[in-house]
């Protein structure tokens, strides 16, 4: 299998893909061929050793322990245990290996009552992969906090992979949210739900009298004068995404114990850990339509050097996510999961999928286009411009060569009629599946399918 492997600790160019054994799972594992993963903090702070306790973690010299990092994924059930009875072969799940990592592969084997539950019904595979680190990290300080309704939360980093999640939970609670984020970020932290939001580049969050109850700083950033400044007496200024020095981390962990001892404020800080129920309450708030998560980027596997980098610079929105789609026409043909190649490797037999760069005008158009801000999926040489529900509906352009049309219909699941025509158009619309794309079948129909915009 195909997998992004470090042997040594540096910077994104550490980063290469290699053929590594597939796993086999135990009689009390799982295995899942991941369709999605995400690039998180933790991945480029263990690839970098920063901070430099990492190393003792994972090798002083070089990483010993885990060399395929990637915390979190969604994919689907390959094959089981002898022992395993809460999944079966099929079951379309996402999950997180933890500080285990190992996800930023083809393939991966976990404990069948390991961080891993059935995918939401309304959630992509990409979207599923984009919620267990955040989630449960955001979910951890929040109850370790004690939020009740009512309370006044000042989420710092509010637009990151842990903040859209917190500024969601604390509303969830019953608290009054503001959220700290960049300028770019602040329709984005309103959109969540955020009562109030401030734009760290104008103004300070501890200025102009506001005191909080909860002071939540996702990463690391938020100062430990302006924090304790903006606590009402009693108070919790929670803080995590620490880095630097051995000596700096350490003088912050007895900060926090002294302004705890000798104050009535209390200083939550450490690593998230998952507490029974928590898959489930995340998952039950993501059906109810109250949890969402926010995706910024989509890179292919060859590309994780690049979303390493990007996410490192530190202004994601959200997540950044990889995607694995395999080629499955090649999985049918030789019949083993091992020589299928992805489409997103871009391999001879299968083209390359990627993300078209954006630009701020540059949007997909039509009612009720799901991400609509985001820039275009490329799929070899066509470009697929619309993703509608239901039924994840796609319309792609461009689409001359016969691999790429294949490919498009990859990305698609489920029953689908396949429709291409001459001038490169392809359209995946719900209704029986057909063995082959016919030319123009269906097109007249599509144009009055319930929310496809008439061009």
């Known amino acids: 299998m195909k997998a ?36 998180s903090a933790g991945d480029w702070r263990m690839r ?10 994972n090798g002083l010299w070089g990483p010993r322990k885990v060399q395929i990092l990637g ?10 245990g002898k022992s395993v009875t809460r999944f079966e072969a099929g079951d379309q799940v996402f999950g997180s290996t933890g500080f285990k990592f190992g996800a930023h592969a083809e393939y991966a084997c976990l404990a069948e009552d390991g961080l891993l539950a059935i995918k939401p019904v309304n959630m992509t595979f990409e979207e599923g992969a984009a919620v267990l680190f955040g989630g449960v990290s955001a979910l951890h300080f929040l109850r370790k906090a004690k939020i009740q309704a009512g309370q006044k939360v000042l989420i710092y980093g509010a637009s990151g992979s842990v903040g859209v999640f917190a500024v969601q939970l604390a509303k969830h609670f019953g608290a009054h949210v503001t959220g700290v984020c960049s300028t770019a970020n602040l329709d984005l932290v309103k959109s969540l739900g955020a009562d109030e939001v401030v734009d760290y580049t104008k103004e300070d969050f501890s200025g102009a009298g506001r005191i909080y109850d909860v002071v939540f700083d996702t990463v690391g950033k938020s100062g430990w004068s302006r924090s304790l400044k903006a606590l009402k007496r009693g108070g919790c200024y929670v803080r995590v995404g620490g880095a630097g020095r051995l000596s700096s981390i350490l003088g912050d962990i007895l900060r926090g114990i002294w302004v705890s001892s000798t104050s009535a404020t209390k200083v939550i800080g450490g690593m998230a850990r998952e507490g ?49 789609e395999h080629d499955y026409r090649s999985h049918r043909r030789t019949g083993s999961a091992d020589t299928a190649p992805a489409v997103a490797r871009g391999r001879r037999r299968g083209p390359d999928v990627r993300d078209e760069v954006c630009h701020p005008d540059r949007r ?44 498009v219909r990859d990305i698609a699941p ?15 619309f719900p209704g029986d599946p057909r063995p082959e794309p016919r030319p123009g079948c269906g097109f007249g129909e599509l144009q009055t399918f319930e929310g496809w915009p008439r061009r």
């Open 4 to 39: 992004a492997v470090y042997t040594r600790y540096g910077p994104p160019e550490v980063l290469e893909i290699k053929d590594v054994e597939k796993p086999v799972p135990r009689d009390s594992e799982v295995l899942v061929r991941i369709h999605a993963t995400t690039v």
């Open 364 to 407: 997909t158009r039509g009612h009720g286009v799901r991400d609509a801000g985001r820039c275009a999926l490329r799929v070899g040489d066509c470009r697929v411009v619309d993703v509608l529900q239901p039924g994840a509906l796609v319309r792609a352009r461009g689409c001359h060569r016969s691999d790429d049309r294949r490919a």
């Open 414 to 428: 489920g029953p689908r009629v396949d429709c291409w025509r001459r001038d490169g158009d392809v359209v995946l």
């Open 48 to 57: 970098k050793a920063d901070p430099f306790i990492a190393r003792f973690m």
């Open 276 to 324: 029974g129920g928590d898959v489930a309450f995340l998952k039950a708030l993501i059906e109810a339509g109250k949890l969402r998560t926010v995706i910024d980027r989509r890179y292919s596997l060859e590309q994780i050097a690049e979303a390493h980098g990007y996410v490192e610079a530190g202004h994601k929105k959200g997540h950044v996510v990889i995607l694995l």
């Open 71 to 80: 915390m979190e994924f969604a994919g689907t059930i390959e094959s089981v």
